[in-house]
């Protein structure tokens, strides 16, 4: 378990990432917790608004594998999902599962968080790594749980702001198994 704690005398911004990196990202298989996601704009800065995924390529409501509809998204994964769904335990909502299917690997993410950023490893071409790796795109995912980027300038979002005498504490549970 992570957690992550703050402390403010001002108004603060508030909005960490967290990443865990797999394989190749379009072979795994994933399980987003959210019924909803906020669309991005050219530059991938949240647009404001708030988005159902039911029946669009950002679905992953049901586990499928992340390839399958990687070409439909334009710029790849890189965009927030609302956290709205799925169970809860010990006052975390359950964001993701990842499961790799070669090794049956089970990466179970939970969070206090009201979001994520998925991130698809879209611009990981070419990057040259420990021992000499070569990473091609998509070698890889993120799972961040956060607050929505772009919170600061949209009132419809939950505040990311910590206000003077409040305490912050951003909490990510990291199960693994295997299937």
């Known amino acids: 378990m992570t957690t992550k704690k703050a402390n403010s005398y001002e108004d603060t911004d508030v909005n960490e990432l967290e990443s865990i990196s797999v394989a190749?990202?379009?072979?795994?298989?994933?399980?987003?917790?959210a019924n909803h996601v906020t669309p991005v704009d050219?530059?991938?800065?949240?647009?404001?608004?708030?988005?159902?995924?039911?029946?669009?390529?950002?679905?992953?409501?049901?586990?499928?594998?992340?390839?399958?509809?990687?070409?439909?998204?334009?710029?790849?994964?890189d965009h927030n999902y609302v956290l709205?769904?799925?169970?809860e335990k010990a006052g975390l909502k359950h964001a993701a599962k990842v499961k790799d299917p070669s090794s049956s690997r089970i990466l179970n993410l939970w969070s206090n968080a009201?979001?994520?950023?998925?991130?698809?490893?879209?611009?990981?071409?070419?990057?040259?790594?420990?021992?000499?790796?070569?990473?091609?795109?998509?070698a890889g995912?993120?799972?961040?749980t956060q607050g929505f980027p772009n919170a600061i300038?949209?009132?419809?979002?939950?505040?990311?702001?910590?206000?003077?005498?409040?305490?912050?504490?951003?909490?990510?549970?990291?199960?693994f198994s295997v299937e």
């Open 24 to 33: 190749d990202s379009s072979e795994e298989r994933a399980l987003i917790r």
């Open 42 to 77: 050219q530059n991938t800065i949240p647009t404001g608004k708030i988005k159902p995924v039911k029946g669009t390529p950002f679905d992953f409501t049901a586990e499928k594998r992340i390839g399958e509809s990687i070409h439909e998204v334009g710029v790849w994964y």
């Open 84 to 87: 709205d769904c799925g169970e």
């Open 114 to 138: 009201p979001g994520m950023q998925f991130y698809s490893g879209n611009y990981v071409n070419g990057v040259v790594g420990k021992g000499g790796s070569v990473y091609g795109k998509h």
């Open 141 to 144: 995912l993120c799972l961040e």
């Open 153 to 175: 300038n949209q009132p419809n979002f939950p505040s990311i702001v910590v206000q003077p005498g409040e305490k912050y504490q951003h909490i990510m549970l990291f199960e």
